[in-house]
């Protein structure tokens, strides 16, 4: 099966903004949910946003008022807007696609943030 791709990754200043793109697999069908997760060397991966099918959503408490999670159906792209990031925000970012057939993985960008 076809990861999904993930785009838009970079190094910014605190304070500054980035938006990232991921693009899920085509000829997928009863896609669920899709999400962004992150993680740092030595640490378990963290749910940061999420959101279904018929748009509802969910963020870790640490990014809510930030962060906004957003998609595009037709696409089957989702995106996540991060505002006001902190050098905290520092990970690995990976798309998660929750569909009838299970869950794929993006191979994650990169997000720096530097103080």
């Known amino acids: 099966q076809v990861q999904p791709v993930e785009s838009g990754g970079g190094l910014v200043q605190a304070g500054g903004s980035l938006r990232l793109s991921c693009v899920g697999p085509?000829?997928?069908?009863?896609?669920?949910?899709m999400a962004w997760y992150r993680q740092n060397p030595g640490k378990q991966r963290e749910l940061v946003a999420r959101i279904t099918s018929g748009g509802s959503t969910n963020y870790a408490d640490s990014v809510k008022g930030r962060f906004t999670i957003s998609r595009d159906n037709a696409k089957n792209t989702v995106y996540l807007q991060m505002n006001s990031l902190k050098p905290e925000d520092t990970a690995v970012y990976y798309c998660n696609v929750d569909w009838a057939g299970g869950s794929l993985w993006g191979r994650g960008t990169q997000v720096t943030v530097s103080s």
């Open positions: 085509g000829r997928l069908f009863s896609i669920r949910a």
